[in-house]
Nanobody, 122 residues
């Protein structure tokens, strides 16, 4: 499975961004998908995950109510809608694919995409 993330950028606090992740590979739609982030000097952390069908989602407490993950298996894509962004959301965001749901542990992820930078100014 190959993953490529898009959509990062610079936004003011309170603003919104939508990240996309394009997946390719014969079995990509059978994987749970997730978003992780890594801020400078910090470990990579789980943000949100979605199961293969899109019927189940899971969020880190820090983003619950502000971020929404979704997927479109017809387009082999996963999205992360980020609203009410805060400066502490600044990080490189990575999409990930894993056979297990929810894909919480960075140590157990099967596939990673390249990161996309999200910067939230105060």
């Amino acid at each position: 499975v190959q993953l490529q993330a898009f959509g990062g950028g610079l936004v003011q606090a309170g603003g919104s961004l939508r990240l996309s992740c394009a997946a390719s590979g014969r079995t990509s739609n059978s994987y749970a998908m997730g978003w992780f982030r890594q801020a400078p000097g910090k470990e990579r952390e789980f943000v949100t995950g979605i199961n293969w069908s899109g019927g189940r989602t899971y969020y880190a407490d820090s983003v619950k109510g502000r971020f929404t993950i979704s997927r479109d298996n017809a387009k082999n894509a996963v999205y992360l809608q980020m609203n009410s962004l805060k400066p502490e959301d600044t990080a490189v965001y990575y999409c990930a694919a894993d056979q297990n749901y929810p894909p919480i542990s960075p140590m157990l992820i099967d596939y990673w995409g390249q990161g996309t930078q999200v910067t939230v100014s105060s």
